[in-house]
């Protein structure tokens, strides 16, 4: 049975204890987590926000997490602003969540922000705190989707929320240390913040500005022993020659869909560690961890997760629970959760033998002739060739046929007896036998590397 949600993040710190032995490593320094607790990193003004409405506009995570565990508790609401979203969209992000504060490791901001009336400089230099927390707050943590295609939308949680899906009743061990290819201000680095945080672990952060193989000599050289990221994470980290300096007894991957192949490949690569794959997004919350080392979803965690209603409806998985959001702060969004309480995920299953297994997104879709195509279906299948590392399926334009189906390819170090062609013929073949005809590529494309934004995921353009 799990403890009560803690009242703020310097609470459950306190509550766990160890904090000398316990540390936050980003790139460029290791901080105890004592110091995170004991002082602030605010310029001494963190008691000008308690009660306030502040967003977080940090560069380095390390400034993030001073931040959240300095005001968690004290401020009314946190906005938590990841540095890969263009800050064309600060001003209404600001007027959306009704932001009065800013906190940011820049000099300035640069750009007008209309209601904000005080601006925090974030810095390395952490002194003892001033201020204290005799006004405590339940503190609503507002956080981005990322605004690829427009304005982000602004969902709002709460520590109890977005903690649901962690078992705070069992301490780790002081050994245990976490890390995460994702950054803590997107969910799913917020949720390996947050285990670490609560469970009384360590954590290893990642930075965009860091080379893959630096991040994994890195993470290997502090002892990580839980690791998440996206299976895109996963297998640019499998390319990298410094994958075998990081030992690490849990591996986790979330974000897209966990095709076989690849977990085949992180069990083969990690043999000591336990994989499995997570189910999570921003709006819904955690659902589910499938830790069978098997694609798709048993379809009894589908009908029967402790805490968690799932249900399949017009195809889309649908989830109710106390881990999912509560709302939009945008106005002009669709409201988050049906009139049952349920959020539409978007996410298409399809359900074979006694698994159902993920097909792609319902907004994903591409249209080839007419027919409706699911990238990550055609994806799935091209991965499971032996000398394919990742794909990307997209369309090409066709004056005939609307659009046709193309494949960009990164390949794994092939046998020097096995030549290109004979790779291209071979995937063709597999896909033939596995796939409608539409759905067979008409082009292969062999690349070097595929695009991935900073959320750890394939950066997807449909013709």
Not at 138 to 158: F, M
Not at 159 to 187: C, H, M, Q
Not at 383 to 411: E, I, Q, Y
């Amino acid at each position: 049975m799990q403890q009560p949600s803690p009242s703020s993040l310097s609470h459950a710190l306190n509550t766990a204890g160890n904090l000398a032995d316990r540390f936050v490593s980003g790139a460029e320094a290791k901080i105890a987590l004592s110091n995170f607790v004991k002082g602030s990193a605010l310029d001494g003004r963190g008691h000008e926000l308690c009660g306030r409405s502040v967003l977080i506009a940090t560069i380095d995570q390390l400034m993030a997490v001073a931040a959240l565990i300095e005001l968690d508790g004290v401020a009314r609401r946190i906005v938590l602003y990841p540095p890969d979203l263009s800050l064309e969209h600060l001003p209404f992000v600001a007027r959306s969540a009704a932001v009065d504060a800013i906190v940011s490791d820049r000099a300035t901001i640069g750009i007008e922000t209309p209601g904000v009336t005080s601006f925090i400089h974030c810095h390395e230099r952490i002194v003892p705190r001033v201020s204290d927390r005799n006004v405590p707050h339940q503190t609503e943590w507002i956080l981005l989707t990322s605004g690829t295609t427009g304005t982000p939308k602004l969902v709002a949680h709460t520590l109890t929320s977005l903690a649901g899906a962690i078992e705070k009743n069992n301490l780790a061990p002081a050994t245990l240390v976490w890390s995460t290819f994702y950054d803590i201000r997107r969910y799913g680095g917020l949720q390996i913040f947050l285990r670490a945080m609560l469970t009384g672990a360590s954590l290893v952060l990642s930075s965009a500005q860091e080379p893959v193989g630096e991040f994994l000599a890195r993470a290997g050289a502090l002892g990580v022993t839980h690791i998440s990221g996206t299976p895109s994470h996963w297998r640019r980290a499998l390319m990298s020659a410094s994958a075998h300096l990081m030992a690490p007894e849990y591996v986790r991957l979330s974000g897209e869909i966990a095709d076989q192949a690849l977990l085949d490949q992180l069990q083969a690569f990690y043999p000591q560690a336990s994989v499995s794959h997570a189910f999570a997004s921003t709006e819904a919350g955690v659902a589910f961890d499938v830790k069978d080392t098997m694609s798709g979803v048993p379809s009894a965690m589908i009908q029967h997760t402790p805490g968690v209603e799932m249900k399949i409806e017009d195809g889309t998985l649908r989830i109710r629970s106390d881990r999912t959001a509560s709302c939009y702060l945008n106005h002009e969004c669709r409201p988050l959760k049906d009139k049952d309480g349920f959020v539409d995920t978007g996410d298409v299953l399809e359900l074979r033998g006694d698994r159902y297994h993920f097909i792609g997104r319902r907004d994903g879709v591409i249209n080839v002739g007419g027919l409706k195509v699911h990238p990550e279906e055609i994806e799935e299948v091209i991965n499971r060739h032996p000398h394919v590392r990742m794909s990307l399926v997209r369309t090409r334009k066709n004056p005939l046929m609307g659009a046709l189906v193309v494949a960009d390819v990164v390949l794994r170090t092939a046998p020097i007896s096995i030549d290109n062609c004979t790779i291209h013929r071979d995937i063709l073949s597999l896909c033939r036998e596995s796939l409608s005809a539409h759905k067979v590529p008409v082009s292969i494309n062999f690349v070097s590397a595929l695009a991935v934004a900073e959320t750890g995921k394939l950066i997807r353009r449909h013709a």
